[in-house]
DNA sequence: TTAGCTGGAGTTTTT
DNA sequence: CTCCAGCTAA
């Protein structure tokens, strides 16, 4: 026992041995969080104080938890079974299969994706009729999906204007059509756990009674309806279970999702929790960088409260360059990871970060014609290619021939035949008899409905011939029978999808071989349909990696969000332009700057060893140069902490060479030619001023140069101000001071 | 039915 | 600029 206990520190100890009330412990950025977590729910069982399936543990992707699962069953020799760890969607999955009946749904309900969901908003919108104008699917569906996640079914939602109603209205017809279908969307997943739970009183307590104590890791991430989740399973009073809620306010970079920060106050007021425990020790970073974070995070007024320290040495200083242009800022980029390479770092060790994804594409480009090796995160994922979702859609209609939104996918895939006219004729069979679409076919097969017939016979025959074949197998046979294979073989392009639904087969095989012995009919024989249905839900909740070539040795591009959660050796934070980072659409009231700066503390905090901040002076955006002021979040670093590898307040002189502006190039910058920036307005006279240069007016605050006409005394220059809006100067007037 | 065009929009994203 | 959805023409 006392060797699960070793080499925690102080707080973490105390964390992991927190006696069994309900606990909230802020877990700073690589305070060993993850460790804390694990090592309690050993030290919980292995001292005899629950027994694995008393322990429920909750994530939010499926990434962190199977490393939770891995590093528990590391320390303990235990059947993985016994414990409930999972994501929140995945445990509401598993409770509603198990209580299919008393939830109200079909026993082999499916589950849809975010994709899935937005088609059939989409075609129940067609179906009644209702402009695209006044309510755009995707308007619909944030709204069902916020709705939800606020625990509110359609008939609970107040409708203040006749907008709303119909919004309400529409809602409710979702709700209809998802029912009459037998499927779920992601937000169903908790909301119909959660009710069911509610309204289900024996079976609340029987998981009440049974899951002791609640783990909930990245609490910070929850939305409303995920906090009540929590609060039912864990029951009120001193009979509750222990739940013990990790996380960090700093690092809540998802309220536009729905998370809702406010949840870790309420636990603490709600569960009179009696100690918060601060994880503040840092293992990760060293001094300089955990300084910078600090200062960064300072700025923010709505705080815990928690300051991260290190007994680390300072290590090096934050290293700033200001670019004159994007392509510029690329060029350099290059170089320095040039020499990086050559001093011998690793390339899967270095991070080149960016506010948004757009930013990748210069970025990409450069390292392309450089030939450095790159991986970007981000993209389809593989569950989300349009070959799998095919496939998936042609074994969806095997388990459940009800599914629209399934049918409608393949009923002209591969092509057979079947126009909008005709799938419009059999939609309105359908709606007049108030049937499934494959229900509905023999009502029209009459009229031009042969090609309909045939696709029925031929997912008939489909059904025949999967009928006692294992999991691999039908799929392969489903993927050549429904002439998939033959589809993609005659495309120009069908290479790679081909690939992609072997690869489909093989990880069915891999899935089947996890799940054998779980799906044992009455007669002992595996039951198939049961298997494929977890398949499918796992296909659903589980999207897949983003990108398959994750082992080689590349560089790693991806935006801030997706770099939360890891950790780099060197990080390149590029883009730190205000409207950029922060962005401009976040900056609605102090709310979405204090989020803008919990993000640039997420990206400053993924560094052991070294950080870049870059940014450019001006950059390719929609289609037009923008010149961007200097982020706010460089200044808020402490000018100590920093190294400009460019000058950090002078601004060049249009007749000098631009590369007299490095007062201290490192070993790669000396070696990037720099061209002028393309913007120059060389040859005008503007007293020492130039396009994209800072500059500061006494009434107007600091800006930067944008545009410039005429010279000498009738120069004029246009400015942008920010906040305070773009200005055209006369420079014989106005007092313009360099920055 | 599909290719090709046009217009509009353009943060962040897991399940 | 570049991607996408939705529409029109063959």
Redo the contacts with the bound molecule.
Sequence with gaps: MSSLLTGLNEAQFAAVTLPPRPALILAGAGSGKTRVLTTRIAWLIQSGQVTPQGILAV???????REMLARVTAMLPLDPRGLWIG????LC?RLLRTHFRDAGLPQLFQIL??GDQLAAI?RLLKMLNVG?DKF??RDVQYFINSQKEAGLRSSAVEAIDEYSRQRVALYAEYEVQCQREGVVD??E?LLRTYELLERNEPLRHHYQARFRHILVDEFQDTNRLQYQWLKCLAGGGDRGAALFCVGDDDQS??A??GANVGNMRAFEREFRVETIIRLEQNYRSDGNILQAANAIIRHNRQRLGKNLWTDQADGEPIRIFEAFSDGDEGRWLVEELQSLVGEGFSRQDVAVLY?????S?VLEHQLFSAGIPYRV??GL?FFERQEIKHALAYLRLLVNPDDDTAFLRVV????????????ETLQDAARHSGTSLVRAVAAVAGKGGS?LSQFLALLEGLRRQASGLALPDLIARVVSGAGLAMHYQNEREGQERLENLDELVSAAANFAAEAAGRHLGESGQPDLHAELVEFLSHA????GD?QADAGADAVQL?????AKGLEFGIVFLTGLEEGLFP????L?GED?LE??RR?MYVAVTRARRRLYLSLAQSR?????TRYNLRSRFITEVPPQLCKWLTPPRVGARVAEPAFSRYFEPSAASRAVSRPAPTTSVAGRDLGGLRVGQNVSHGRFGVGVIVAAEGSGSDARVQVNFGKQGVKWLALGVAKLEPV
Excluded: C
């Excluded at 002209?412 to 799938?423: D, E, K, Q, S, V």
């Design positions: 994530t939010f992707t499926n990434k962190a938890a994501t929140f969607h995945g999955n994706d975010s989409k695209d755009p699917a992601f937000a997943l970079i998802y536009f999702r506010r948004s994804n757009a930013q594409r995160y981000g994922r002209n895939f591969p092509p057979r035949g079947i126009g909008a006219r005709t799938i090609n659903a909740l589980e999207a983003h991806m935006t801030v969000h997706a962005h401009d659409n976040s609605n979405g989020e803008e993000l390719m955006l929609h289609g037009q």
